[in-house]
């Protein structure tokens, strides 16, 4: 169907601008984590977040209030969740992954590629992206918690200590 009516179109438009600025409100209240570098649980929000946006401006059926109040319990428990990981003793480890070592003083490991989904070749790719040519120049190359492959030169790993939590890491006391 092409058209309803203007009042419907009219719907759209006050009810679409009043949940986006409620949405944008909402979002800087409950911080920067929200819209930093995602995570698993950070992407599973968002997704959240887009997918009530967009039932409450397309259907009438939800009204302005329902979807607020469903944007505001979003909201709040990734500011809850955000809470809990950093004052709460192993809730961060429950809702993301730890970071991976992929190559450590220069050797791939194996068993850590296969376990993460990942190729030699985009660990590679992520090393020649420094400038390196050779794994032997590399201290480290970590898989973060959000999917982004760091590399680590030799002559930038220091006393490792940026390292800590990253299991088998060199100048990680992680096992």
């Not at 259907?59 to 607020?68: I, L, M, N, R, Y």
């Not at 985009?122 to 400038?131: F, K, W």
Request: glycine residues 10%; proline residues 3%.
């Amino acid at each position: 169907m092409w058209f309803d009516s203007w009042s419907e179109i009219l719907r759209v438009l006050i009810i679409g601008t009043v949940s986006y600025a409620a949405l944008v409100g909402l979002l800087r209240v409950s911080g920067k984590r929200t819209l930093g570098q995602l995570n698993a649980f950070d992407f599973i929000i968002t997704v959240a977040l887009g997918s009530t946006l967009a039932t409450i401006l397309l259907s009438s059926d939800v009204t302005f209030f329902e979807g607020f109040a469903a944007l505001a319990l979003l909201a709040g428990l990734q500011f809850l969740i955000a809470w809990a990981s950093a004052h709460v003793p192993g809730a961060r480890a429950a809702v993301t992954a730890r970071p991976v070592a992929l190559v450590v003083s220069g050797q791939i490991q194996h068993a850590q590629l296969r376990r993460n989904r990942l190729s030699e070749s985009e660990v590679l790719q992520a090393v020649r992206s420094t400038g390196s040519g050779d794994l032997t120049d590399i201290a480290a190359v970590v898989l973060e918690t959000n999917g982004s492959i760091r590399v680590i030169p030799k002559d930038k790993l220091g006393n490792g200590s940026a390292l800590e939590g990253v299991p088998n890491a060199p100048g990680s006391h992680s096992a």
